[in-house]
């Protein structure tokens, strides 16, 4: 059970919503209302997305981070959460707030879910809930 795709920081990224703002002091991309961002292997719907950008502008990606109510949604799976931080430079997408992840084998809520798109590796932890990491799983 884990949200792996692809190196999300090398491909076309689309990014649409209601209104586009652009800080070049604090080099922060700000997309809010309706958000949606388009990858070629995960789909994100947000209140809010803030790309926080280097020296290298738009080429220079630092973060993304997406909050309100954040779904991502691949081929196998949905997961949904209150905040997503994806960090291109080390692969690592992190959901929290009222975590659950929902694909054909089953569902797994928690309080946090770390995924390294490097290796594939999906931790879930029950960091900021007040109940434990919970899995209903259907045999086949």
């Known amino acids: 059970m884990a949200l792996a795709a692809p190196a999300l920081g090398q491909q ?3 990014i649409t919503s209601d209104l586009f703002t652009v800080d070049e002091t604090s080099h922060n991309a700000v997309f809010t209302g309706n958000v949606v961002v388009i990858h070629p292997s995960v789909k994100v719907w947000a209140d809010r997305v803030v790309a ?35 960090t291109p430079a080390d692969q690592m997408l992190r959901l929290t707030g009222n975590v659950q992840v929902v694909n054909a084998s089953g569902t797994v809520a928690a309080g946090e879910l770390m995924v390294n ?24």
């Open 117 to 140: 798109l490097a290796t594939n590796v999906s931790t879930f932890t029950s960091a900021g809930s007040p109940g434990r990491v919970t899995g209903v799983f259907t045999s086949q």
């Open 52 to 86: 926080v950008y280097g020296a290298g502008g738009a080429t220079d990606i630092e973060s993304f981070v997406a909050t309100g109510a954040v779904r991502l949604e691949t081929e196998e799976q949905t997961a949904t959460g209150e905040k997503a931080v994806f």
């Open 12 to 14: 076309k990224v689309e």
